[in-house]
């Protein structure tokens, strides 16, 4: 449910303009689900390419994996996923039997007896119990303990239990990373807040396997797990500075020892700050040798690494960088959502890194005769055939087609106009200047592959 007045804007326009839609809407939604239109896809792809760039493609010490996405129940025995670690306090309301996550709830639904009430009908609420939020699901023909397994809670446990085979398989060794892009799912109690919290989501991970700190000793090296937690911190923040966030709704958060996961001794957040507050947009953890000791432990596979130069085996440690790919999305929706007054009348627009954007510019003509479209169609082909995603826009007024592209994130509008007859140019708009230039029409596809660059 979303309460929040600029959170209603950002959830209408995002419908409006084919960003996201609610999953399964047609048959009264599924909460926590949500599925990405025609634009959102596109900004969701050009985020995933971002990061498999900046991380792998541009890097020789981190290496790609993609894992199932159904895994064996000993895989999250083995996690700890299926105890308490995850696992949120449920409460059911005796009256109108609405679930919520007893540690979300605030302290005005809090009754004379200091006990909670429901928030929705002030019911009687039953005393919390543990629930866990993985997806299980069975595999094979029969349903029963022998063939349970889980849709994965996240997609770091598919690079812990390939360690061993990356390992024996490649010459990659310590330090280096295993990076992962996916789709995890969480059966959560209370989705909420749009994109922020949902039952099936998507990952961008890195497990960076390095020495623990006795070898980083014995060789002498300052790249303990310390060093790298610190680097990491800094490059996640980085990173979304890159991507065009304003660092005004940024901040790290360390969290407290209370709160740490039940694999952590250290984990930082990058926090932003939606409509409704700072949360959780990243983490940075120090999972330590938690998951690679407890897999040896439960498959009985040797899960450590030899190390030549010290003639010793040891058990990695690893730092995790992690972000979410839809609350990313949610963040990139709400920074980059402006309304601005132009010539009397208030414009949407989304003011987005233009490597982000769905669409990198549109091909207009200014009018549907003279010759307009034609020019205008040949230039566009020109421009997808280079690889640059266009789309050639000729309904409605030329003012509204610039109010839809403005509203999409399009960076730039190229209109051929009559002039264009003559003078064998275009004009350019840009989307958050509003300035115009003129540019030759033989010219505009190096002129917007120099401005993506």
Known sequence: M???????????????????????????????????????????????????????????????????????????????????????????????????????????????????????????????????????????????????????????????????????????????????????????????????????????????????????????????????????????????????????????????????AHYSVATTDVEYNFPWGFSELAGIANRTDFDLKNHEKHSGRDMKYYDEEVKEKYYPFVIEPTMGIDRTVLALLCDGYYEEKVKGETRVVFKLNPKLSPVKAAIMPLVKKDKLPQIAEKLYKEIIGEGISAEFDESGSIGRRYRRQDEIGTPYCVTIDFDSLSDKKATIRDRDTLKQERVEISKIKDWLINKLK
Request: charged fraction near 30%.
């Open 2 to 260: 979303v309460k929040n007045e600029k959170m209603k804007k950002i959830v209408a326009w995002a419908k409006r303009r084919a960003l996201v839609y609610q999953g399964a809407e047609i048959y009264g939604g599924t909460g926590g689900i949500y599925d990405f239109g025609p634009y959102g896809a596109e900004l969701k792809r050009n985020l995933r390419d971002y990061f498999w760039q900046r991380y792998i493609e541009k890097r020789s010490d981190i290496i790609p994996l993609e894992s199932g996405i159904v895994m064996k129940s000993e895989v999250w025995e083995a996690s700890g996923h299926t105890g308490s670690g995850f696992a949120d306090p449920l409460s059911e309301c005796k009256k109108c039997h609405h679930r919520f996550r007893a540690d979300n709830l605030k302290q005005e639904t809090k009754a004379k007896d200091n006990k909670f009430v429901c928030p929705d009908c002030g019911g009687e609420l039953t005393e919390p119990r543990m629930f866990n939020i993985l997806v299980k699901t069975y595999l094979g023909p029969a349903e029963d303990s022998s063939t349970i397994a889980y849709l994965r809670g996240e997609t770091a446990q598919g690079m812990f239990v390939n360690f061993k085979n990356v390992i024996e398989t490649t010459r990659i060794k310590p330090p280096f990373g295993m990076a992962q892009i996916g789709k995890a799912f969480r059966n959560e109690i209370t989705p909420g807040n749009f994109l922020f919290r949902t039952r099936e989501f998507e990952q961008a991970e890195i497990e960076w396997f390095c020495e623990p700190e006795e070898i980083a000793k014995k060789k002498k090296s300052k790249k303990t797990p310390d060093f790298f937690f610190e680097h990491w911190v800094n490059d996640w923040m980085q990173m979304f500075l890159d991507l065009g966030i304003s660092k005004r709704n940024l901040k790290f958060r360390p969290h407290e020892k209370t709160e740490l």
